[in-house]
C-alpha cells in the first residue's frame, strides 16, 4: 500500500486517480521511481528498445517466472490499474528474499510501454513489441494523438534502452490486476482466476438514407437510418442474450444526421462492439449481424456500409497456472471464480511466448478509467498473497504433494 | 414564374434557394419588391404592428376573400416555401383585374413576419398574432438566437406598422404551397386538397444508465440508455405502422454520452415526433409512448424523464372550401387528393377565424427548407389556376349551377 501511495503522488487526480500517459514527464517520474525500488530489492534492471523495464533476481542461469502489468494510466485513470500488478510483483519478490526461501528459478517484475493506448496506438504496444508482434521501428515510428512520435518521446525522458526485442521469452508469466468489471463483487467473489480474453470484434455501420421532413413524410415512405441504427442495437442486444455465456454487444455510439426532432436523418453511424471467449461464436455474431445489415438494407431502401474497426482473435490462458491461481486461493481462504476478462491485458500478450495466466481482484462497481476506481486493501492483498503462492509454486517453492503445480509448466 | 424569379434574385443560394431569415436586411429587400408589386396592382397596402403585410383590392365594403402565406425563409431555404403562396395571390388578382370579372367580395393577398420560426420562436409568428393568439407585446420582444429582439429589428427594416392586431377577420383564407412531402409525386397526383393539418407532439427524453466498459460487463448486469432509446426508436415506429392512416412517428435526434465505441453510455437522449390529423389517435400513441417508458425504465433499471418541447392540436379545415378546391382541381382537368398537412402553415392560424382551406401542389422528391426543393412550372401553373377558381367561387365569381359553391360560407 506504500507503494501504491508513493506511486499515486506522481500526477495524482482529485478523487483519487492519475492521470500518466505514455512516455510523458509523468510517466517518467513513474519509471524513476519504481526502477528505484527494483534496485533496492537488488534486481538486475534492463531496459529494452520500447521502454519496457524489467527487474529480474540474479545469480540464476535459468529463465525467470516473471509477473509485471503496466503503469501508464488514461488522461483520467485509476491508481490500481496496471500499477497493482507492477507493485504487488515488488511486494512478492521483497517477501520472497525476507523470508529466506530457496527458489529453483528466479523471479522478476516488469512494467510495459503504453499499455492504455491513450496517446499512441495500438495499445498494450510494449508487450505486443515484447513478444514479437510488432516490429520495434514501426513502434518507435508512431504518432500520438498529440502529434509527437514514440521513439522521440522516449528518447526525452530517457528510455530508449538497449536490451533487445523481442525479449527473452520467461519461464512463465503471472499479471494480477484489477477486474475492472462488476462480476466478482456482484457474487460476492474476492478471486477471479482469469482462464481467457474475450475476442474483440469491432465494428463501425453508416447507413445512408434519405433525409425528410418528420411531418410530410408517410412512415411507408421513409427511408430513416435513425431507425435501422435503432434496430441494428437491438438485434445486437438480443444476439447476446441468445448466445449466453459470455457474450456480449454493444452500441457505444450512434450519430446522426441532422440530428434534429422534426427532421428523418440522412445519416446515422454507430459501432457495434461484440466479444466472445469463443472464437467460434465470435464470429457466428459477426455473421449474423451482417446478415440483418443485409435484410435491413433491403426492407429499408437503405445503403449500408460497415467497416472494421478492430478484430483481435480471443486469447485462452495456460489452464495449469489458471488451476494453480485457482488452488491458492483456496489455501489462503479466498472464495475463487474462473472467468474471462473482458478488457485486454499485457498477458495476453505473454501467452503467446510462454504459459500465462492472470488473478483478478473486484473492483467496487465495475469501475475503472476512472479516478473513482475503487478496491479495498483487504481484496489487493487477498490478490498479492494468491499472486506470491502460484509464482512460488512456479518458481519451485513448493516442493510439496501438488506434484502437478510444482512441475514447472513449460512446453 | 417572372415573380418568382425576382424574389428568389434576392439573397440567391447556390443550387436555387434562398436565404432570407425574418427581419433581415434580406428580408427588407424582399418585402419592398412585394409591396411595390401590391401597389402595381392598386391594392391598399395596410402593415401592422408585427410586420404583416395585406394588400386589398379597394372600393368594397364587406371583407375580403384573402390567400396569402410567407416570403421569409429558412437559412438554406427553397424558393417557392412561402413565396408560391404570396405571389400566386398576386398572379389571382392580376389575373381578375384583367378580365374584368366583378366580383361581390374583394381579393386580398398577405404575407405574414417570420413563418419560419428559424431565427425568432415561434413558427408562424406573424399570423398566430394577427388571429390574436399571442399577444403583440410579447411577440415584439422576443428575443432570437443572434441575441436580437423582434421589435427592434422590425424597427430597423421599417415594417413595424400601425395597422391594429389582431387584424380584421376575413370573409375565408386559401393559401398555395408546395407539399414539401413526397406523396402527391409518389401518387403522381397534381394538386393536393388539404382538409387538415396534423396535430404534434415532441417530446425530448433523458434516459440515465450506468455507463460501463463494454468488455467487463456481462449483459444481465447492464442499464444501458443506448439500448433503451434504441427500443423506444423502434416501438414509436411499430407504433406508427399499427395505427396506419396519417399517423407517423419520428426519433431524428439521438445523443449519447459519452459515445464511444467500448463502453456503455451513462446517458442518452432522444426525441419523438408523434403526429396524426386525429387528436383522439394523437393522445392514444403519447399514452402508449409513456407506458413503453415506463416499462423499459422498469425492465432496464434506468431513470428516464420526458420532456414535452411542443404540443398542438390538429387543425381541421373547412370542408366546403375543401370541396371548392377539389373541384377547381377537377374542372381544370387535374388529378386531386384529399389530404393532410403534416407541416405548420399560417392557414392553421387563420382557421381559427374564418373558413379556411389549402391547395398543394407537388415537391420532387419531398425535398424541402433546401436550395433543392423544386416544383415543376406546369404544376405551379395548375396550382395557381386551382387558387384562382376557389377564391371566385367565395368572392362571388361564379354564380353558376354550383349553388353551394357559391354561397359564401361564412359561419
Known sequence: MARIDALHEISPLEGGGNSRLAFTDHDKAGRDLVVAWMRDLGLEVTIDGIGNVVGVQPGFDVSPVMMGSHIDTVATGGRFDGNLGVLSGLEVIEAVIESGEQLTRPLAVGFFSNEEGARFAPDMMGSLVYVGGMGV??????????????GDELEQIGYLGGAPVPGTSPHAFVELHVEQGPVLEEEGVTIGAVESVQGISWTEIVIEGQSNHAGTTPIRLRHDPAYVAAEIAVFVRNLALRFGGDQVATVGRIDL????????????????????????????AEA?????????????????SANVLARFEPVVFDPRIVDLVERAAKRNGHSVKRMPSGAGHDAQMFARVCPTAMVFVPSVEGVSHNPAEFTSVDDLAA????????????????????AHASEPPHE
Open 137 to 150: 521501428e514501426e513502434a518507435l515510428d508512431t504518432i500520438g494523438i498529440d502529434g509527437k512520435r514514440v
Open 257 to 284: 444526421h441532422p440530428n434534429l426532432v422534426n427532421v428523418v436523418p440522412a445519416t446515422a453511424t454507430l459501432t457495434v462492439d461484440l466479444r466472445n471467449t469463443d472464437e467460434g461464436f465470435l464470429a457466428q
Open 288 to 304: 449474423e449481424l451482417r446478415a440483418r445489415l443485409v435484410e435491413l438494407a433491403n426492407t429499408e431502401g437503405v445503403a449500408i
Open 383 to 402: 490478490g498479492a498473497q494468491v499472486l506470491l503462492d502460484t509464482v512460488l509454486s512456479l518458481a519451485g517453492g513448493y516442493p510439496s504433494q501438488e
